[in-house]
């Protein structure tokens, strides 16, 4: 999505058209003005949505195929998808891996203050539809450990 945001034209008119032109710097959309217009304004946010999401599953399912054509496909290929459930989006993957903070860590690492956990299926749930899953509170050893063993469970 972040590609979109920065290189594609027509989305960087479309956010010029409904927000203004200073949402738009030299290096593609300023991520966190658009932060703060959408985020606590659900109108706005699921008009962002509906322009970004179709545009994003096009880009995986390209990035996809490519991989599956090229002369020696990855055995495992990893996609971060920050709203899989809350957009349906689990449906397709073969394998979903939910790594989880708690609120207060996710809330410290907003560039914006917001109102989206209000809209997420709480992590309980995702826990409980992952087929991995992890709290990150632990160390980044501990985390990678988790990695590791997945990716090779996978790969195997």
Sequence with gaps: MHELLRADTDVRRELAERFGSEVIGADGADREAIARIV???????????????????????AWRRKLAESPSPPTVSVTEVPLLYETGGDKRFDVVVVITASPEVRAGRRPVPDTREERLIPDDEKLRLADYAYVNDGTLEELDAFVAGVMGTLAS
């Design 39 to 61: 985020f606590n304004d659900p109108d706005e946010l699921e008009w962002l949505e509906e322009l970004l999401h179709p545009k994003v599953v096009q880009e995986h399912v």
